[in-house]
């Protein structure tokens, strides 16, 4: 059994920072104390002063697989995601064919059994009518059901009012939200088309507007109260939408809220330089917009920080407007985005911690993963905050080969990534292990 030992290490843990030593055990965290001796056959690593942090739980991906692994696939997107310090994740249901059946799903975790790096969970896609699949769903085996309320493709959109009230009566695990209305999003393109000939990307924010995202959200909230459901809101965009949630802790909250990282650092000035290659839904918006999310994150109306990972081909972006698809590559530069955040004063360390793998695995009920603490497994990142990241396309790990942060340096760096107790990426190379990644389990 491999012991490694990480030496002098700036733990970030529970609201707290302590210098401190942490043995690994296994695939678990055996001890954590301020001076503990090597044995013959660990192996010591010294952390120099460098942050150890949990490594993030990232509780919305798009990696493709099946049918769209020339974008990306559950083997390169996680390879990406360690190297970006993300230990665990839980990936979406709009893939080919949709993943609307439990014997889908569980193909899902097959393939994730073979190939990933990160621990891994697969979300169920609600459609109008598997409500019977959706009540077949195990809550200590799977992490949610994906619902998009008013902005999908194919049977994944869900807008049949009766079809959304069986599922927030009858679903026995997490339901996530992508919330958009699509009559408002119509009404919004008949009247910007009143007064010009085509849209553009500068337009998008105007489309999916606050409006559009409000209308939708808020029916979603008001369903979770009507039948107490356990509800999960994904990528707020908005500041009108904030007045929904309830600031303060997460725990025994039924009704949670979760900001992307794109959203947090993106807004509508940068559609002038960037295109469709930050072309998302919801619309990344404006900087009111941007500076209220990083406030809610900070008085708890915002709850868990996430990516919304959603790559596509390089060729795929570079097309007019209306043809360009939604989604950016994110997962292997999304830490490295708050620890900017942290750098620049808007987020504290010990926030980032709490919104990217504290939050998370209390909210899913994720068994011994998002702390420091001794027994628990050993998914830990460690980050050097005195060192740079310079981004370009081509030190991207993802299989599109593109990312929108190209050109900017990072103001720290990722050192390693350990998922339970495996070293997974170390001084910037991603080091396959074999069975290294496992199922995420729930204790629910």
């Not at 109008?128 to 008013?150: T, W």
């Not at 996530?176 to 998008?204: F, M, R, W, Y």
Request: aromatic fraction near 6%; charged fraction near 20%.
């Amino acid at each position: 059994m491999s012991i490694t030992l990480i030496k002098n290490a700036r733990v970030v843990n529970e609201g707290q920072i302590t210098e401190t030593d942490v043995r690994i055990v296994g695939q678990r965290i055996d001890a954590i104390d301020s001076n503990i001796s090597p044995g013959p056959n660990d192996t010591v690593i010294n952390a120099n002063g460098c942050y150890l942090l949990p490594g993030m739980i990232d509780d919305q991906v798009h990696f493709r697989e099946p049918g769209l692994t020339h974008k990306g696939s559950i083997a390169t997107e996680s390879r990406a995601a360690v190297a970006g310090g993300i230990t665990s994740y839980m990936e979406m249901p709009n893939v080919n064919p949709a993943t609307t059946t439990i014997e889908a799903l569980e193909k899902k975790f097959d393939i994730a059994k073979e190939s990933s790096l990160a621990n891994y969970s697969f979300y169920l896609g609600a459609t109008e009518d598997n409500l019977e699949q959706i009540k077949r769903l195990d809550p200590s085996k799977h992490c949610g059901v994906k619902v998009f309320m008013g902005a999908s493709t194919g049977n994944l959109l869900v807008e049949k009012p009766e079809a959304l009230e069986a599922i927030f009566r009858d679903s026995p695990v997490l339901i996530v939200t992508h919330c958009e209305s699509g009559p408002v999003i119509a009404q919004n393109a008949e009247k910007l088309l009143a007064a010009k000939d085509t849209l553009t990307i500068e337009d998008h924010p105007i489309l999916r507007d606050d409006e559009a995202c409000y209308a939708s959200s808020s029916y979603a909230v008001s369903l979770a109260k009507k039948y107490q459901s356990n509800l999960h809101v994904l990528h707020i965009t908005t500041e009108k939408e904030l007045a929904l949630f309830e600031a303060g802790p997460i725990q025994n909250k039924q009704i949670t809220a979760e900001a992307c990282v794109h959203h947090l650092w993106f807004n509508n000035q940068d559609y002038k330089t960037l295109g469709n290659q930050i072309k998302c839904n919801p619309a990344i918006k404006f900087e009111s917009d941007r500076t209220a999310i990083i406030q809610a994150l900070k008085t708890g109306q915002i709850d868990i920080i996430a990516t919304d990972h959603a790559p596509h081909t390089w060729e795929e972006k570079q097309v007019e407007y209306n043809q360009a698809p939604a989604g950016l590559p994110l997962v292997q530069h999304a830490l490295l985005t708050l620890l900017d955040q942290v750098n620049r004063e808007a987020l504290s360390i010990t926030q980032v911690v709490e919104k990217t793998a504290h939050n998370p695995a209390i909210r899913y009920a994720i068994q011994d993963r998002g702390f420091i603490r001794e027994g628990h497994y050993a998914d830990l990142v460690l980050v050097d905050t005195d060192s740079s990241t310079l981004t370009t396309h081509e030190n991207s790990l993802y299989k599109c080969g593109w990312t929108p942060f190209a050109g900017h340096t990072f103001s720290a760096q990722i050192k390693s990534t350990w998922v339970n107790g495996n070293l997974v990426f170390d001084n910037q190379e991603v080091k396959a292990t074999d069975d290294s990644a496992m199922r995420l389990s729930f204790k629910r």
